[in-house]
Protein backbone atom coordinates (compact mmCIF):
# COMPACT_ATOMS: atom_id res chain seq x y z
CA UNK A 1 0.00 0.00 0.00
CA UNK A 2 1.47 3.36 -0.94
CA UNK A 3 1.79 5.76 2.18
CA UNK A 4 1.26 9.35 2.12
CA UNK A 5 2.90 12.09 4.24
CA UNK A 6 0.31 14.74 5.36
CA UNK A 7 2.37 17.02 3.76
CA UNK A 8 1.89 14.91 0.36
CA UNK A 9 -1.71 14.86 0.85
CA UNK A 10 -2.49 18.22 0.89
CA UNK A 11 -0.65 18.72 -1.96
CA UNK A 12 -2.30 15.94 -3.72
CA UNK A 13 -5.75 17.83 -2.49
CA UNK A 14 -4.11 20.62 -4.57
CA UNK A 15 -5.07 19.48 -7.48
CA UNK A 16 -8.34 17.44 -7.15
CA UNK A 17 -11.72 18.56 -8.21
CA UNK A 18 -13.18 20.93 -5.71
CA UNK A 19 -15.82 17.79 -5.46
CA UNK A 20 -13.59 15.09 -4.91
CA UNK A 21 -13.93 13.31 -1.29
CA UNK A 22 -11.37 10.93 -0.98
CA UNK A 23 -9.87 8.82 2.60
CA UNK A 24 -6.27 7.67 3.17
CA UNK A 25 -5.56 4.85 5.07
CA UNK A 26 -2.01 4.88 6.91
CA UNK A 27 -0.18 4.78 10.09
CA UNK A 28 1.46 7.87 11.51
CA UNK A 29 2.70 8.66 14.63
CA UNK A 30 0.69 8.46 18.27
CA UNK A 31 -1.22 5.66 16.55
CA UNK A 32 -3.58 7.55 14.33
CA UNK A 33 -4.70 5.19 12.16
CA UNK A 34 -6.95 6.70 9.62
CA UNK A 35 -7.80 10.29 8.20
CA UNK A 36 -10.84 10.87 6.10
CA UNK A 37 -11.87 13.86 4.44
CA UNK A 38 -15.18 14.85 5.08
CA UNK A 39 -15.58 18.44 3.80
CA UNK A 40 -15.40 19.52 -0.15
CA UNK A 41 -12.51 21.05 -0.46
CA UNK A 42 -12.64 25.00 -1.31
CA UNK A 43 -9.95 27.17 -2.83
CA UNK A 44 -8.24 29.09 -0.01
CA UNK A 45 -11.06 27.78 2.57
CA UNK A 46 -10.74 25.48 5.83
CA UNK A 47 -10.57 22.16 5.21
CA UNK A 48 -12.12 19.90 8.23
CA UNK A 49 -10.62 16.17 8.89
CA UNK A 50 -11.72 13.65 10.77
CA UNK A 51 -8.69 11.88 12.62
CA UNK A 52 -8.90 8.65 14.59
CA UNK A 53 -6.20 8.89 17.68
CA UNK A 54 -6.26 5.93 19.68
CA UNK A 55 -10.18 4.34 18.97
CA UNK A 56 -11.17 8.73 19.42
CA UNK A 57 -11.87 11.10 16.93
CA UNK A 58 -10.29 14.37 16.24
CA UNK A 59 -11.44 17.17 14.10
CA UNK A 60 -8.30 19.35 12.76
CA UNK A 61 -8.87 21.70 10.24
CA UNK A 62 -6.55 23.21 7.89
CA UNK A 63 -6.18 25.78 5.27
CA UNK A 64 -5.41 24.16 1.54
CA UNK A 65 -5.07 26.24 -1.66
CA UNK A 66 -6.94 24.09 -4.64
CA UNK A 67 -5.63 24.35 -8.30
CA UNK A 68 -7.33 26.59 -10.61
CA UNK A 69 -9.34 24.86 -12.87
CA UNK A 70 -9.78 26.47 -16.20
CA UNK A 71 -13.10 25.54 -17.98
CA UNK A 72 -12.77 23.95 -21.52
CA UNK A 73 -12.93 26.86 -24.43
CA UNK A 74 -16.31 27.02 -25.88
CA UNK A 75 -17.00 24.93 -29.58
CA UNK A 76 -17.55 25.98 -32.73
CA UNK A 77 -21.17 24.49 -32.17
CA UNK A 78 -21.39 26.05 -28.76
CA UNK A 79 -20.81 29.75 -30.21
CA UNK A 80 -23.03 28.97 -32.70
CA UNK A 81 -25.33 28.58 -30.10
CA UNK A 82 -25.91 24.87 -30.62
CA UNK A 83 -25.48 23.74 -26.44
CA UNK A 84 -29.08 25.30 -26.05
CA UNK A 85 -30.52 22.72 -28.93
CA UNK A 86 -32.73 19.97 -27.24
CA UNK A 87 -33.55 16.69 -28.49
CA UNK A 88 -35.93 13.64 -27.51
CA UNK A 89 -33.00 11.19 -26.57
CA UNK A 90 -30.84 13.93 -24.58
CA UNK A 91 -27.59 13.45 -26.61
CA UNK A 92 -24.74 15.10 -25.53
CA UNK A 93 -23.80 15.80 -29.21
CA UNK A 94 -24.69 19.02 -30.60
CA UNK A 95 -25.48 17.42 -33.75
CA UNK A 96 -26.78 14.26 -34.59
CA UNK A 97 -27.80 12.69 -37.80
CA UNK A 98 -28.97 9.26 -38.65
CA UNK A 99 -29.80 8.28 -42.05
CA UNK A 100 -31.47 4.50 -43.13
CA UNK A 101 -28.88 4.22 -45.79
CA UNK A 102 -30.93 2.12 -48.12
CA UNK A 103 -33.70 4.23 -48.14
CA UNK A 104 -32.13 7.43 -47.48
CA UNK A 105 -35.02 8.58 -44.59
CA UNK A 106 -33.96 10.66 -42.06
CA UNK A 107 -34.26 8.92 -39.01
CA UNK A 108 -33.40 11.12 -36.00
CA UNK A 109 -32.03 14.90 -37.23
CA UNK A 110 -30.34 17.52 -34.70
CA UNK A 111 -28.67 20.56 -36.41
CA UNK A 112 -27.83 18.69 -39.14
CA UNK A 113 -27.88 21.76 -41.93
CA UNK A 114 -25.10 23.26 -39.84
CA UNK A 115 -21.54 23.16 -41.02
CA UNK A 116 -18.43 22.67 -38.67
CA UNK A 117 -15.24 22.15 -37.38
CA UNK A 118 -14.91 17.91 -38.07
CA UNK A 119 -11.52 17.03 -37.09
CA UNK A 120 -10.10 13.68 -38.23
CA UNK A 121 -13.32 13.05 -39.63
CA UNK A 122 -11.65 14.71 -42.48
CA UNK A 123 -9.08 11.77 -43.10
CA UNK A 124 -12.60 9.87 -44.59
CA UNK A 125 -11.92 12.28 -47.56
CA UNK A 126 -8.26 11.55 -47.74
CA UNK A 127 -8.75 8.03 -47.49
CA UNK A 128 -11.69 8.85 -50.92
CA UNK A 129 -8.93 10.63 -52.41
CA UNK A 130 -5.97 8.06 -52.49
CA UNK A 131 -7.63 4.77 -53.06
CA UNK A 132 -9.30 6.63 -55.86
CA UNK A 133 -6.11 8.18 -57.02
CA UNK A 134 -5.23 4.72 -57.95
CA UNK A 135 -1.06 5.24 -56.48
CA UNK A 136 0.77 2.58 -55.89
CA UNK A 137 -0.16 0.98 -52.63
CA UNK A 138 3.12 -0.82 -51.69
CA UNK A 139 5.21 2.84 -52.21
CA UNK A 140 7.40 3.41 -49.24
CA UNK A 141 6.82 6.61 -48.26
CA UNK A 142 9.10 8.49 -46.41
CA UNK A 143 7.99 10.70 -42.86
CA UNK A 144 9.47 14.27 -43.09
CA UNK A 145 9.69 17.93 -41.01
CA UNK A 146 6.58 18.62 -43.41
CA UNK A 147 4.55 16.17 -41.50
CA UNK A 148 5.21 17.64 -38.29
CA UNK A 149 1.87 18.82 -37.02
CA UNK A 150 2.32 23.35 -36.84
CA UNK A 151 -1.25 23.38 -36.29
CA UNK A 152 -1.89 21.97 -32.71
CA UNK A 153 1.82 20.42 -31.85
CA UNK A 154 0.60 17.47 -31.49
CA UNK A 155 2.98 14.61 -31.44
CA UNK A 156 3.21 10.88 -33.07
CA UNK A 157 5.43 7.77 -32.94
CA UNK A 158 6.06 8.18 -36.70
CA UNK A 159 9.27 9.81 -36.40
CA UNK A 160 10.59 11.92 -39.03
CA UNK A 161 12.62 9.56 -41.42
CA UNK A 162 10.55 6.67 -40.54
CA UNK A 163 9.40 4.79 -43.79
CA UNK A 164 6.29 2.81 -44.33
CA UNK A 165 4.11 1.84 -47.32
CA UNK A 166 0.94 3.87 -48.81
CA UNK A 167 -1.51 1.46 -47.72
CA UNK A 168 0.27 1.21 -43.74
CA UNK A 169 -0.54 5.15 -43.74
CA UNK A 170 -3.66 5.00 -44.97
CA UNK A 171 -4.28 1.76 -42.33
CA UNK A 172 -3.31 3.96 -39.71
CA UNK A 173 -4.69 7.06 -40.61
CA UNK A 174 -8.21 5.61 -40.69
CA UNK A 175 -8.34 3.61 -37.78
CA UNK A 176 -5.70 5.30 -35.29
CA UNK A 177 -6.21 9.20 -36.80
CA UNK A 178 -2.56 9.19 -37.27
CA UNK A 179 -1.71 12.81 -38.19
CA UNK A 180 1.36 12.33 -39.86
CA UNK A 181 0.04 9.30 -41.81
CA UNK A 182 -2.81 11.69 -43.12
CA UNK A 183 0.14 14.49 -43.67
CA UNK A 184 2.38 12.46 -45.74
CA UNK A 185 -0.49 10.62 -47.90
CA UNK A 186 -1.12 14.05 -48.92
CA UNK A 187 2.13 15.61 -49.52
CA UNK A 188 2.96 12.52 -51.84
CA UNK A 189 -0.13 13.02 -54.44
CA UNK A 190 0.55 13.87 -57.63
CA UNK A 191 1.12 18.22 -57.50
CA UNK A 192 1.75 17.46 -53.82
CA UNK A 193 -0.15 18.84 -50.81
CA UNK A 194 -1.95 21.92 -52.70
CA UNK A 195 -3.22 19.72 -55.45
CA UNK A 196 -3.94 16.51 -52.65
CA UNK A 197 -6.31 19.28 -51.02
CA UNK A 198 -8.07 20.47 -54.11
CA UNK A 199 -8.60 17.29 -54.92
CA UNK A 200 -10.41 16.65 -51.29
CA UNK A 201 -12.53 20.14 -52.66
CA UNK A 202 -13.67 18.90 -55.72
CA UNK A 203 -14.57 15.42 -54.42
CA UNK A 204 -16.68 17.05 -52.12
CA UNK A 205 -18.26 19.09 -54.73
CA UNK A 206 -18.97 16.36 -57.01
CA UNK A 207 -20.43 14.42 -53.98
CA UNK A 208 -23.24 17.51 -53.60
CA UNK A 209 -21.39 18.27 -50.32
CA UNK A 210 -22.01 22.00 -50.59
CA UNK A 211 -21.15 22.89 -47.20
CA UNK A 212 -18.20 21.29 -46.78
CA UNK A 213 -14.60 22.75 -47.14
CA UNK A 214 -10.99 21.12 -46.45
CA UNK A 215 -7.63 22.91 -46.44
CA UNK A 216 -5.95 20.18 -45.12
CA UNK A 217 -5.31 16.04 -45.40
CA UNK A 218 -5.28 15.74 -41.27
CA UNK A 219 -8.25 17.64 -39.91
CA UNK A 220 -6.02 19.30 -37.38
CA UNK A 221 -7.08 22.57 -38.98
CA UNK A 222 -10.33 23.85 -37.87
CA UNK A 223 -11.04 25.18 -41.23
CA UNK A 224 -11.99 21.90 -42.20
CA UNK A 225 -15.59 22.00 -41.94
CA UNK A 226 -18.68 19.90 -43.00
CA UNK A 227 -22.53 19.81 -42.25
CA UNK A 228 -23.61 16.23 -41.01
CA UNK A 229 -25.67 15.99 -43.88
CA UNK A 230 -22.32 16.29 -45.99
CA UNK A 231 -20.95 13.78 -44.34
CA UNK A 232 -23.58 11.06 -44.85
CA UNK A 233 -23.05 11.84 -48.41
CA UNK A 234 -19.03 11.36 -47.32
CA UNK A 235 -19.79 7.71 -45.45
CA UNK A 236 -21.94 6.69 -48.07
CA UNK A 237 -19.24 7.20 -50.87
CA UNK A 238 -16.34 5.85 -48.60
CA UNK A 239 -18.43 2.64 -48.11
CA UNK A 240 -17.65 1.61 -51.72
CA UNK A 241 -14.22 1.17 -50.68
CA UNK A 242 -13.80 -2.39 -49.42
CA UNK A 243 -10.02 -1.11 -48.36
CA UNK A 244 -11.35 1.72 -46.62
CA UNK A 245 -14.25 -0.33 -44.82
CA UNK A 246 -11.37 -2.70 -43.56
CA UNK A 247 -8.69 -0.32 -42.39
CA UNK A 248 -11.34 1.64 -40.45
CA UNK A 249 -13.03 -0.98 -38.78
CA UNK A 250 -9.60 -3.08 -37.63
CA UNK A 251 -9.21 -2.94 -33.52
CA UNK A 252 -5.53 -2.94 -34.13
CA UNK A 253 -2.62 -2.62 -36.65
CA UNK A 254 1.20 -3.39 -36.38
CA UNK A 255 3.22 -1.58 -38.19
CA UNK A 256 7.18 -1.70 -39.04
CA UNK A 257 8.91 1.33 -40.11
CA UNK A 258 12.12 1.23 -42.23
CA UNK A 259 15.21 1.25 -39.66
CA UNK A 260 12.72 1.13 -36.57
CA UNK A 261 10.88 -1.03 -34.39
CA UNK A 262 7.81 -2.01 -34.78
CA UNK A 263 5.07 -0.04 -33.36
CA UNK A 264 1.53 -1.10 -32.99
CA UNK A 265 -1.79 1.19 -33.33
CA UNK A 266 -5.10 0.69 -31.95
CA UNK A 267 -8.76 1.84 -33.26
CA UNK A 268 -9.92 5.18 -31.52
CA UNK A 269 -13.26 3.48 -31.45
CA UNK A 270 -13.68 1.18 -28.49
CA UNK A 271 -17.23 -0.25 -30.15
CA UNK A 272 -15.28 -1.40 -32.92
CA UNK A 273 -13.88 -3.97 -30.55
CA UNK A 274 -18.06 -4.52 -29.24
CA UNK A 275 -19.06 -7.85 -30.14
CA UNK A 276 -22.43 -6.57 -29.93
CA UNK A 277 -21.63 -4.01 -32.37
CA UNK A 278 -21.86 -4.39 -36.38
CA UNK A 279 -19.77 -1.41 -37.39
CA UNK A 280 -18.85 -1.90 -41.84
CA UNK A 281 -17.30 1.81 -41.51
CA UNK A 282 -16.05 4.49 -38.92
CA UNK A 283 -14.35 7.47 -38.35
CA UNK A 284 -13.31 9.43 -34.86
CA UNK A 285 -12.30 13.15 -34.66
CA UNK A 286 -11.12 15.78 -32.44
CA UNK A 287 -9.97 18.92 -31.84
CA UNK A 288 -10.84 22.02 -29.21
CA UNK A 289 -12.29 23.93 -31.79
CA UNK A 290 -14.77 20.61 -33.07
CA UNK A 291 -15.33 18.87 -30.40
CA UNK A 292 -15.54 15.12 -30.12
CA UNK A 293 -16.78 13.74 -33.41
CA UNK A 294 -17.76 10.34 -34.40
CA UNK A 295 -19.28 9.19 -38.10
CA UNK A 296 -20.29 5.34 -38.44
CA UNK A 297 -22.29 2.70 -40.65
CA UNK A 298 -23.37 -0.19 -38.94
CA UNK A 299 -25.97 -2.61 -39.37
CA UNK A 300 -29.17 -2.33 -36.40
CA UNK A 301 -31.63 -5.36 -36.43
CA UNK A 302 -30.65 -5.95 -39.77
CA UNK A 303 -30.88 -2.58 -41.00
CA UNK A 304 -27.50 -0.29 -42.49
CA UNK A 305 -27.80 2.83 -40.75
CA UNK A 306 -25.73 5.61 -40.81
CA UNK A 307 -24.61 7.99 -37.97
CA UNK A 308 -23.36 11.33 -37.68
CA UNK A 309 -22.16 13.02 -34.71
CA UNK A 310 -20.62 16.79 -33.95
CA UNK A 311 -19.37 18.34 -31.17
CA UNK A 312 -19.75 15.83 -28.70
CA UNK A 313 -18.81 16.88 -25.10
CA UNK A 314 -16.77 14.32 -23.05
CA UNK A 315 -14.55 11.89 -23.87
CA UNK A 316 -17.22 8.57 -24.41
CA UNK A 317 -20.22 10.25 -25.37
CA UNK A 318 -20.21 10.38 -28.39
CA UNK A 319 -20.16 5.99 -28.09
CA UNK A 320 -22.94 6.97 -25.56
CA UNK A 321 -24.58 8.59 -27.77
CA UNK A 322 -24.57 6.03 -30.55
CA UNK A 323 -25.52 3.49 -27.78
CA UNK A 324 -28.81 5.70 -27.15
CA UNK A 325 -29.76 5.70 -30.71
CA UNK A 326 -29.38 2.49 -31.16
CA UNK A 327 -31.22 1.40 -28.51
CA UNK A 328 -34.01 3.73 -29.50
CA UNK A 329 -34.17 2.04 -33.42
CA UNK A 330 -33.99 -1.11 -31.71
CA UNK A 331 -37.41 -0.15 -29.58
CA UNK A 332 -39.32 2.50 -31.53
CA UNK A 333 -38.66 0.78 -35.27
CA UNK A 334 -38.82 4.12 -37.30
CA UNK A 335 -40.08 3.22 -40.83
CA UNK A 336 -37.68 3.33 -43.46
Known amino acids: ?44 KLVKRTIIVNGKRKIITERVAVAHIVPEKPTAGDIAGLKHSEDPLTLQSNVAFVV ?30 VVEANQDMNEEIEITNDDLDKEKGTGSRLKVGAKLSRADLLHI ?15 NYIGGLPAFVAAMNAKAKQLGMAETHYVDSSGLSSQNVASAQDLVKLINAAYQHPLIRQYSTDSSYVVAPGGGRSLQYSTTNK ?20 GRCLVMQAMIQGRAIVMVFLDSKGKYSRLADAGRIRKWLETVKPQA
Open 173 to 187: ALMSSENRAASALGR
Open 1 to 44: MVKFTRQALIVIAAMLPASLVFAEATHHKKHIVQKKVVTKLAAG
Open 100 to 129: DQASSKVLFDKNSNVSLPIASITKLMTSLV
Open 271 to 290: LVANPTWDIGLQKTGYISEA
